[in-house]
């Protein structure tokens, strides 16, 4: 299996930072997207955001865009979410997930794969 591990969760306040990390194993890297999703409590898990960094592609979902932007660090083999002007919307529980083959995929839920265990954030007004 797929080894991920998200990180950076916590409480903020609404208009704040958060970054979240996760951390990929070797090996799954080089030409495989890494989304994050995010699930608030009654609703679907939604697509916040993903990318592939072998063909610069990335896709962000439209209630983040301007607010958050995804990287990648290969060396690291970690992907990262940086969320500015957090909104309390915004909380949810977020995974980041990589699908079972290379190439991108497009980013929606149902074409990952694996996931990680999820971390909160919660934002408050």
């Known amino acids: 299996d797929v080894q991920l591990q998200a990180s950076g969760g916590g409480f903020v306040q609404a208009g704040g930072y958060r970054r979240l990390s996760c951390a990929a194993a070797?090996?799954?890297?080089?030409?495989?997207?890494i989304g994050w999703f995010r699930q608030a409590p009654g609703k679907e898990r939604e697509s916040v955001s993903c990318?592939?960094?072998?063909?610069?592609?990335?896709h962000y979902a439209d209630s983040v865009k301007g607010r958050f932007t995804i990287s990648r660090d290969n060396f690291k083999n970690t992907v990262y979410l940086e969320m500015n002007n957090l909104k309390p919307e915004d909380t949810a529980t977020y995974y980041c997930a990589a699908p079972q083959h290379s190439g991108w995929p497009g980013c929606w839920p149902n074409v990952f794969d694996y996931w990680g265990q999820g971390t909160q954030v919660t934002v408050s007004s």
């Open positions: 070797p090996g799954i890297f080089d030409d495989y997207a």
């Open positions: 990318i592939i960094s072998s063909r610069g592609t990335t």
